[in-house]
Each structure stands twice: as structure tokens, then as C-alpha cells.
């Protein structure tokens, strides 16, 4: 029963995270995409994937991200 208890819990603290991280990430998605394109020489599918592939390593690295701080300059 403890168990139980412990793993819901966790599953509510994960999907909260994962409800932040999409919330930061929408919030921040257009500002990247557009540095990207410019950095890639206005070429959309290359920032299109470069942005995808930021999104992954922000999420693997998401533990490390400060709540309330600066989430598009980190």
C-alpha cells in the first residue's frame, strides 16, 4: 500500500514536470526557431531540426533547470 502511494506520487511529480516543461517550451519555441533560422542562413527545415534537437537535450537535461528562472537564456 506504501508503495502505492510513493509510486503515485511520483507519477504525479513526473507529470507535472513534463506539463512545466511543455509550458516553458511553447512559450519559448518561436524565439528559438527564429534564432535559429537566422543562424542557418533562413534555411527552415535545418532549424526545424535543430530545434528538435534542442528540445531533447533541454528535456534530458530538465532536473538542472532552476523553477522560476530564466528558462529561454538557459
Do not use: H, I, L
Given at each position: 500500500?506504501?508503495?502505492?502511494k510513493m509510486d503515485a506520487k511520483a507519477e504525479r511529480q513526473e507529470f507535472?514536470?513534463?506539463?512545466?516543461?511543455?509550458r516553458l517550451v511553447r512559450e519559448n519555441q518561436s524565439g528559438l526557431l527564429a534564432l535559429l533560422f537566422s543562424l542557418t542562413g533562413n534555411n527552415l527545415?535545418?532549424?526545424?531540426?535543430l530545434v528538435q534537437?534542442?528540445?531533447?537535450l533541454l528535456w534530458r537535461k530538465f532536473?538542472?533547470?532552476?523553477?522560476?528562472?530564466?528558462?529561454?537564456?538557459?
Open positions: 500500500m506504501q508503495n502505492d507535472a514536470k513534463q506539463q512545466e516543461f511543455e527545415p535545418d532549424s526545424e531540426d534537437e534542442c528540445v531533447t532536473d538542472e533547470f532552476e523553477a522560476g528562472s530564466n528558462f529561454g537564456a538557459w
